[in-house]
């Protein structure tokens, strides 16, 4: 059983550009969440997609955005980078059928902007 | 909204010592719950989840008992050891959608 893959491991981005992130989920599972979790803090959720399409929304404004392929894989997207941003994004993958949805998380990547 | 109050850090414990850390929530339904642990560097792995009021989950020694009537999640080992070392994480869920998570508690075992 293939776990959760992340890319990149890290990326350093400078104030204003735009970022992919890309997101793998387990093998079987069809749900994607993106958290962000900057230094020292918990992680907060950014969105879900289930199907390709978002399926809830944290406090993030729209220069956040994601993707779901029929593969279930996933990008998060942010434009107009902030120097907030920096921090790492994690994605966790979940099959949406039953419960209780335990989310498994990939190792993350790590954003750095300047 | 749901919110999840974790124990204050960082805890600093000898091998061997009994650990406790403390957890409750606040939540309008009946969420389901987990502990994560976070080892330098890595993403989250989930430790141990119990769904339902008076559910124990458990794994690797940790335990953690669902305390609907103290809305309280609270992490216990019996005898920890230097690889436990690491930033544990609390957490709830209702529905399929978002975990929310406690604050975080570095623990730090010395040999």
């Known amino acids: 059983e293939t776990g959760v893959t992340q890319s990149p491991t890290h990326l350093i981005k400078t104030r204003g550009q735009q970022v992919t992130l890309r997101c793998s989920s387990q093998?079987?599972?069809?749900?994607v969440s993106w958290y962000q979790q900057a230094l020292g803090q918990g992680p907060q959720f950014i969105f879900q997609?289930?199907?390709?399409?978002?399926?809830g929304r944290g406090n993030f404004p729209p220069r956040f955005s994601g993707l779901q392929f029929p593969n279930y894989s996933s990008e998060l997207n942010v434009n107009a980078l902030e120097l907030d941003d920096s921090a790492l994004y994690l994605c966790?993958?979940?099959?949406?059928?039953?419960?209780?949805?335990?989310?498994?998380f990939g190792p993350g990547t790590r954003l750095t902007v300047t | 909204g749901d919110s999840v109050t974790q124990m204050e850090g960082p805890v600093t414990l000898s091998e061997e010592a009994f650990l406790t850390i403390n957890c409750t929530y606040t939540a309008t339904g009946y969420p389901s719950l987990f502990w994560y642990v976070q080892y330098p560097g890595e993403g989250l792995q989930l430790l141990l989840k119990?769904?339902?009021?008076?559910d124990k989950g458990s794994n690797k020694g940790f335990e953690a008992t669902y305390r609907k009537e103290t809305t309280s999640f609270h992490l216990e080992k019996g005898s920890v050891q230097v690889s436990d070392s690491a930033v544990y994480f609390c957490a709830l869920i209702q529905g399929a959608q978002k975990l929310v998570f406690g604050q975080g508690t570095r623990l730090t075992i010395n040999p």
């Open positions: 119990a769904t339902k009021a008076d």
């Open positions: 093998s079987g599972h069809n749900t």
């Open positions: 966790a993958s979940s099959l949406k059928r039953g419960g209780p949805y335990e989310q498994y």
């Open positions: 997609y289930y199907r390709e399409e978002e399926n």
